[in-house]
């Protein structure tokens, strides 16, 4: 299975040259003494520096942060609980529909959620703002959690909420004290998924926000129409090693603790 | 033990714990439970058997509060409980995949009931422990569910099911998921645990040995019906119809027709050139009736030499022996084609046996082995 071949080096050196060689070029190019993008003048960190004094570019970091913790977590909130519903209650009436309309925005292009977001907030005389942008990234993330979500649930064994009504929970009760913290992990990789699509997110953003706030997706947009700066590789490779150390960590997380449990398993079958 | 036999079902005066009446559970357009009376009695340990499908799971859900009859009234202690959600029922159940929180430990199960009723922190502490001792799990009281044994889970859930003193225990395949050893030991420990709670169990099962071993009455069901409920050895003994019979062990069903001797004695003619069959029974045939025999292996009794004084007595040759270790079952072919199983136990080491294939032998028993069924 194992075995060398120069077939499969190559396909595998090719396959991550084009994935990564990019970013490596921009991570190299954020550490170049130059103003000049594409010619190296030597190693500096000045550009991190200039960053980290420019204001525009952390006010948008700012709302582009608040953005996504509001909307990833009122999203998680409205997909799990659109996940609950469309797996527990059973066969109702219109139960395809409704599952399929939860996730028609995931094949819906984005420019067009954008634009109808824009024309609601018109319409409904809204004032466009990070409020608009934490809407409109709740509307096409929910249905992401809600995927995650109702994955998880299908494989729940629906005995341990019948368990917990026998032994005295109300529905509500039982839904906290056991659903929950069961499929914990998988509403927390929601959230996760949610925060990163509305970190990211350009298009959708741009129709939702009006001039008081600038994400900053659309401040480096919008900076790159002038030239490419340093200041952007700066930027973008900050935005790199957070995510990398993000997934990294949380892949070594979930690792360890299943590694654990098989062991424990284990143990407590021989013992 | 008391010196008198518990039978209150045979007591006129004793009011049922459970009482099924007139019970119809349809899903859709398939009807579980078909219009179904049944009585439970107080500390009894109540068996329902029956193959899968037939509707004995949908009896316990009932009892549960997890499904709701279509028509007719549950009553559990003389109030109707059709209407009580399942967390207000002095009912608890043990499902049959356990169904233990895996997030929490197992002190934490078995409080969990306890809890939620809102007792204090030492009356909890106090009965989960013991609840621990009953079920020999105070070394396991700090571990979550998937770090102890098949076997110490399912007493786990035994144990969180009963922390909260229920009047009634429902029981779901309780043992289904344990192996063939353990399985037995674990059967004598639920009898145990029943006489020293008190409490009244209704298990449901497909296994009949272990519905046999466990249960003071046994309710054979088919289709969403009642077969036969009787105590374990009437069922074995008395079966009221052919279905009853096959379900509950090993049987032999020879059908004839009855022809009317003197009171309580008939003959049954069950093949041409065969002699009739002579067998007493207490229910009432006409003459001529479509009527079945039916005859457990071991009350047939095998030998060499045609018998003296048998009622019935046939010939036939050796067809095959299944070697059970303990006993012998011998499939002896009638000359008419017709197996017979006949059941001896081995007394004697196997190289003194008397019999082996293609031997001529007689079969024969007596007028009372047998059961006669019209159905």
Known sequence: ?271 | MNSTVFAPWEDPEQKPLIRFQNVTKKFGSFTAIDNLSLDIYEREFFALLGPSGCGKTTMMRMLAGFENPTSGQIELSGRNIVPVPPNKRAVNMMFQSYALFPHLTIWENIAFGLKREGKDKETIATRVHEMLRLTRLERFAKRKPHQISGGQRQRVALARSLAKAPTLLLLDEPLGALDAKLRQDTQFELMDIQEKTGTTFVIVTHDQEEAMTVASRVAVMDEGKLMQVATPDRIYETPNSVYVADFIGDVNIIEGRARFLEEGQYEIDWAEGQQALHAATSAKFDNGQTCYMAIRPEKITITADKPEAADNCVQGKIHDIAYLGNLSTYHVELPNGTIIKAQTANTRRIARRSFTWEDQVWLSWTATAGVMLAR
């Not at chain 1, 799990?80 to 409704?98: D, E, P």
């Not at chain 1, 004032?127 to 249905?143: D, N, Y």
């Not at chain 1, 909420?161 to 056991?178: H, M, N, P, Y």
């Not at chain 1, 997380?253 to 424990?264: A, L, Q």
Request: glycine residues 6%; charged residues 15%.
């Open chain 1, 1 to 271: 299975m194992s075995r060398f071949s120069w077939f499969n080096a190559v396909s595998l050196t090719l396959g991550f040259a084009f994935l990564y060689i990019p970013m490596i070029i921009l991570v190299i190019f954020s550490f170049n003494e130059s103003k000049l993008v594409t010619v190296w003048a030597g190693f500096s960190t000045k550009w991190y520096g200039e960053l980290l004094a420019n204001e525009a570019f952390l006010d948008a970091a700012w709302v582009t942060l608040r953005v996504a913790v509001f909307s990833s977590t009122l999203a998680t909130i409205l997909g799990t609980a659109a996940a609950y519903v469309l797996i527990r209650s059973g066969r109702f009436f219109g139960r395809t529909l409704f599952s399929g309309m939860i996730y028609a925005p995931l094949v819906m292009p984005e420019v067009i959620t954008g634009l109808s977001l824009l024309l609601l907030f018109i319409g409904i005389g809204l004032e466009r703002g990070v409020l608009t942008i934490v809407l409109a990234h709740t509307t096409f993330s929910m249905c992401y959690v809600s995927v995650v979500v109702s994955s998880r649930l299908a494989t729940f064994d629906k005995s341990l909420e019948e368990a917990a009504l026998d032994l005295g929970c109300s529905s509500a009760q039982a839904f906290r004290l056991v659903t929950l913290p069961i499929i914990a992990p998988a509403v927390i990789s929601g959230w996760l998924l949610a925060f990163t699509l509305s970190l990211d997110d350009l298009v959708i953003a741009s129709f939702a926000t009006g001039p008081s706030a600038t994400t900053l997706p659309i401040k480096i947009f919008s900076a790159v129409r002038l030239g490419v700066s340093p200041e952007i590789n700066a930027l973008s490779t900050i935005m790199i090693s957070i995510v990398t150390v993000g997934v990294i960590t949380a892949s070594l997380v979930s690792k360890r603790k299943m590694v654990r449990e098989r062991e424990e398993e284990l143990m407590a079958v021989r013992s």
